[in-house]
Nanobody
Framework: QVQFVESGGGLVQPGGSLRLSCVAS????????IVWFRQAPGKEREGVSC?????????YVDSSVKDRFTISRDKSKSTVYLQMNSLKPEDTAVYYC????????????????????WGQGTQVTVSS
C-alpha cells in the first residue's frame, strides 16, 4: 500500500524557514517522480514543485517559489524534502506530497486529479 507521511510544518514568522519531509512507504519510491502540492484555505490544491525519479531534475511551478524553495530527495531514506526559505504569509497552506505511476515532472500546471497516492498533509502557517 502506497503511503506518504509528511512532517515539518508549523508556525513561522515571515522571512523564516521550514523544511518539510515526505517519507514514502509501501512501494519503491525510487521509480516515481514526487510532487509537492499545497492547499490554502478556500483555495484549490495547487502544485508547488516536482522532483524526477532520478532526482536529477527539479521543477517549480511559480517563479517566486523557485527563488525560495528547494526540492530534493534522499533515496536511502525514501524521503523527499521541501526546503522553504523567506516564507511569506501567502505560503500558508497544508502541504501534501503525491505521486502516481508513469506521471513525470513537467513544466506547467500540476493537476491533483492526475495523482492517486497522497499523504495526509502538514500545516504551514506563516504569521507574525
Amino acid at each position: 500500500q502506497v503511503q506518504f507521511v509528511e512532517s515539518g510544518g508549523g508556525l513561522v514568522q515571515p522571512g523564516g524557514s521550514l523544511r518539510l519531509s515526505c517519507v514514502a512507504s509501501g512501494f519503491t519510491s525510487d521509480y516515481y517522480a514526487i510532487v509537492w502540492f499545497r492547499q490554502a484555505p478556500g483555495k484549490e490544491r495547487e502544485g508547488v514543485s516536482c522532483i524526477s525519479s532520478s532526482g536529477s531534475s527539479t521543477y517549480y511551478v511559480d517563479s517566486s517559489v523557485k527563488d525560495r524553495f528547494t526540492i530534493s530527495r534522499d533515496k536511502s531514506k525514501s524521503t523527499v524534502y521541501l526546503q522553504m526559505n523567506s516564507l511569506k504569509p501567502e505560503d500558508t497552506a497544508v502541504y501534501y506530497c503525491a505521486t502516481d505511476w508513469g506521471v513525470e515532472c513537467r513544466i506547467g500546471t500540476y493537476y491533483p486529479a492526475d495523482y492517486t497516492s497522497w499523504g495526509q498533509g502538514t500545516q504551514v502557517t506563516v504569521s507574525s
